[in-house]
């Protein structure tokens, strides 16, 4: 009996030295086959260092604490299978590292492509969205519909030919065999006498027969006649009502609610907006009358005239243009007074600085004062150190003009003192 144990622990107990030898083969092979799959797999950073940490620090365990058999002969069986125990342990390290790694970056990549995948899908739906909403503002699906009813019309309109085409057919087919049928009746009589007689309740029939079909025929052609009126008028209200639609989807409705926001911060905006959607309804007023030119019967005057439905478009388009005309003129008188506030606040701001700078600039009539009297000092020292004639008179003439400028209000020109005192020159 053979007891491995590992830092007192016992953890399994062979029978036989067979069993040891086939212990240390398991490990070796576990390792063998470690090895094996790391060389085939892709090489994984990291990989090496791991299965060697691992290794060493199952060998130095193994060193340490395992024990395989008693005595002094157990010294070489815990090596061999400390060893063999170290190899597998480094390998299946390695390998779950290389091989987790991969799973990690199989799932990352995976995860990667769902992530793309939703924001492709994303985009797509971003787009189609604004797809949509741009044909239905550009009126994509009245354009559709328009050409619908017109095509509905023209298979109603080959229609109603096909059944006047029958008509005619059965018309001349009816005076036909009733002037054949008397034709016929005369020369039997001549020829054959008697047959003529039997003949004639057999024409009789026919002609009625035909007569009946001309009939129906002639009903439901003025049928389809009827209907193909109404189908055209109402293919004409739909292609008339279409500009009409398609601005009510395009009104300028953003522009209304930032104006009702923002105030007068976006007058020039919304009034920009507005101009332009003007312009849509003319060219709609234009597209309709063409449409009613085109489309509309030559005789419908009157109040037939008034009542159809590009009138009826028409006067819907002329309200339109009134009312947001109205509310331009409006945008552009505020446009105008907030110019013209902000031109006087400009011009108060401007009056308001020049008189501070004005009263900043004030010469103070005491500072002139003291000017003329240091002056004067000044001219009386030099009068008596060098005494000229009049000079007397000069200096009493430049003190009295100088009084004189002193003595006005605050706008008292220096120019006049200076003058003054170039008198005493």
Known sequence: MIDVSLLGWLLVTLTSPLSLV???VALGSVAYLGVTALGAAPPQRGARAVGTGAAACALAAGMLGLRVGAGAAAAVPTAAVGIAAAAALGATAACAWTFGARGAAALGAARARRSAAALRAG?????????????YVEGDDLAAETAAADAAVERLRAAVEALADARDVRAARRDGAGGGGGVG????????????????PEASALAEDLAR????????????????????????RVACNAPLRRLLRRRPREALQALAALG????????ASIEAFLGEVRAARAEVAEIAERRAPGGATGAGAEESPA????GELAAMESA????????????????????????????????VAARAAAVDPAALGALVTEIARAESAVAIAAPEAGGSRALAE???????????????????????LRELR
């Open 22 to 24: 086939l212990l240390i």
């Open 123 to 135: 985009d797509e739906r971003r787009r189609r969205l604004a797809a949509s909403q741009r044909a």
């Open 185 to 200: 009746d005369g020369d039997e009589l001549g020829a054959q006498g008697g047959r003529g007689s039997e003949q004639r």
């Open 213 to 236: 079909a001309c009939d129906e025929a002639a009903l439901k052609g003025s049928m389809g006649e009827r209907v193909l009126a109404a189908a055209e008028a109402a293919a004409l």
């Open 264 to 271: 007068a911060g976006a007058v020039a905006p919304a009034a």
């Open 311 to 314: 009138a009826v478009a028409l």
């Open 324 to 355: 947001y005309g109205a509310l331009l003129e409006r945008l552009r008188l505020s446009e105008l007074h907030a110019s013209t506030r902000a031109s006087v606040e400009q011009v108060e701001s401007a009056a308001g600085a020049l008189s």
């Open 398 to 420: 430049a003190l009295a003009a100088g009084s004189l400028a002193l003595d006005r209000s605050d706008a008292t020109s220096l120019s006049e003192l200076i003058a003054a």
